[in-house]
T-cell receptor, first 110, second 112 residues
Framework: QKEVEQNSGPLSVPEGAIASLNCTYSDRVSQSFFWYRQYSGKSPELIMSIYSNGDKEDGRFTAQLNKASQYVSLLIRDSQPSDSATYLCAVLAPGNQFYFGTGTSLTVIP | NAGVTQTPKFRILKIGQSMTLQCTQDMNHNYMYWYRQDPGMGLKLIYYSVGAGITDKGEVPNGYNVSRSTTEDFPLRLELAAPSQTSVYFC???????????FGSGTRLTVV
């Protein structure tokens, strides 16, 4: 079983819609969760971190964490074509190693 | 503010050659990491360091070596390059355990 799993997509949403990206993880003791955005040919860029159960909002982005279900998600409201990228979920495991999902490709259609 | 700087950006190596990927950061971060990214495989941790003089293996360390003589620099050495080492390599740093990463721009390496 992979430590972090994401649907590879591609996920397509129309401009202005809400994009929902999901991630599950296998290690129950994980405490830190991150979302990175990676444009094609570029390096990953940190967009959100979440450490506690519930929602965390930052502008158009909302991260949601449910530790009981081992589930973390990212919602992008009012999606823009510039949001088209691959979104990577990362989970900090014991031993200070991050495990990354393989990423979900998002395309926002104008 | 340069952040994390990686050189070179592109490199083609012949099988059996060696090279060093350079990584330097100017944020005074203690934690530094090397990842490789293969298509459809996600980011895999090669080596990491929690401070000068301290390094440890990650998930895929075979064929690589690192050193950390200063806080700023964390070079990755490839000995006897193999086609399986064809990948994009990212260096990253963070201010502490559980903190998000700042990534360098990456090195695209092809071994032929």
């Amino acid at each position: 079983q992979k430590e972090v799993e994401q649907n590879s997509g591609p996920l397509s949403v129309p401009e202005g819609a809400i994009a929902s990206l999901n991630c599950t993880y296998s290690d129950r003791v994980s405490q830190s969760f991150f979302w990175y955005r990676q444009y094609s040919g570029k390096s990953p860029e940190l967009i959100m971190s979440i450490y506690s159960n519930g929602d965390k909002e930052d502008g158009r982005f909302t991260a949601q964490l449910n530790k009981a279900s081992q589930y973390v998600s990212l919602l992008i409201r009012d999606s823009q074509p510039s949001d088209s990228a691959t979104y990577l979920c990362a989970v900090l495991a014991p031993g200070n190693q991050f495990y990354f999902g393989t990423g979900t490709s998002l395309t926002v259609i104008p | 503010n340069a952040g994390v700087t990686q050189t070179p950006k592109f490199r083609i190596l012949k099988i059996g050659q060696s090279m060093t990927l350079q990584c330097t950061q100017d944020m005074n971060h203690n934690y530094m990491y090397w990842y490789r990214q293969d298509p459809g495989m996600g980011l895999k941790l090669i080596y990491y360091s929690v401070g000068a003089g301290i390094t440890d293996k990650g998930e895929v360390p075979n064929g690589y070596n690192v050193s950390r003589s200063t806080t700023e620099d964390f070079p990755l050495r490839l000995e006897l390059a193999a086609p399986s080492q064809t990948s994009v390599y990212f260096c990253a740093s963070s201010s502490g355990q559980g903190r998000g990463y700042t990534f360098g721009s990456g090195t695209r390496l092809t071994v032929v």
